[in-house]
């Protein structure tokens, strides 16, 4: 089966300043990449997802992801970021015609003042 | 947001007694899901649904139950419920023939077992 890992469980950063989350993934065939953020309290919800096509994707909020197949990453950046960003970010990914979708173990950004 | 409403929100149980956790929907979505959250683990998934009364086993099932007797509702039941199923847990729907689309997540529901 896919597995998802998120190399860093925190990564706190300061206000304007740029960010990656590192995220690597294993699976034996193709696969969907996902990339969600969880603000306090609340669900999960849709930050980009890489299906096919150009591998740098464009999501909300100013966050973008590269789709590396050769070493199976799927790293979230943006290059400023604001208090508001601070939320815990997970990473997912799912194989061609399956249901099984795999959440990495989440990373917390804190961006501080 | 997505029309999607868990309940209860929080609830306190003990150890051996049956639970029930429902999720419903307003958008008219094929697939539903069931997940947990526990730290360090992410989400894992549960059980789903992609259509009335067809379900499927998720990475943890055992000690679950589902039931799908209308589109718009999903209903998660541990028959005896045990300390390591203390967790919160997120409905999440999809419209799509494949789960491609965009999974659309509920606020969660807080369950604690004594």
């Known amino acids: 089966a896919q597995s998802v890992t998120q190399l860093d469980s925190q990564v706190p950063v300061f206000e304007e300043a740029p960010v990656e989350l590192r995220c690597n993934y294993s699976s034996s065939v193709s696969v969907y990449l996902f990339w969600y953020v969880q603000y306090p309290n609340q669900g999960l919800q849709l930050l980009l997802k890489y299906l096919s096509g150009s591998t740098l994707v464009k999501g909300i909020n100013g966050f973008e992801a590269e789709f590396n197949k050769s070493q199976t990453s799927f790293h979230l950046r943006k290059p400023s970021v604001h208090i508001s960003d601070t939320a815990e970010y997970f990473c997912?990914?799912?194989?061609?015609?399956?249901?099984?979708?795999?959440f990495g173990a989440g990373t917390r950004l804190t961006v501080k003042p | 947001d997505a029309g999607i409403t868990q309940s209860p929100r929080h609830k306190v149980t003990e150890t051996g007694t049956p639970v029930t956790l429902r999720c419903h929907q307003t958008?008219?979505?094929?697939?539903m899901y069931w997940y947990r959250q526990d730290p360090g683990h992410g989400l894992r998934l549960i059980h789903y649904s992609y259509g009335v009364k067809d379900t499927d086993k998720g990475e943890v099932s055992d000690g679950y139950s589902v039931s799908r007797s209308k589109t718009e509702d999903f209903l998660l039941t541990l028959e005896s419920a045990t300390s390591s199923q203390t967790s919160v847990y997120f409905c999440a729907i999809s419209s799509g023939v494949t789960g491609t689309d965009t999974q659309y997540f509920g606020p969660g529901t807080r369950l604690t077992v004594l």
């Open positions: 958008e008219n979505h094929r697939y």
């Open positions: 997912a990914v799912l194989l061609y015609n399956n249901n099984d979708m795999r």
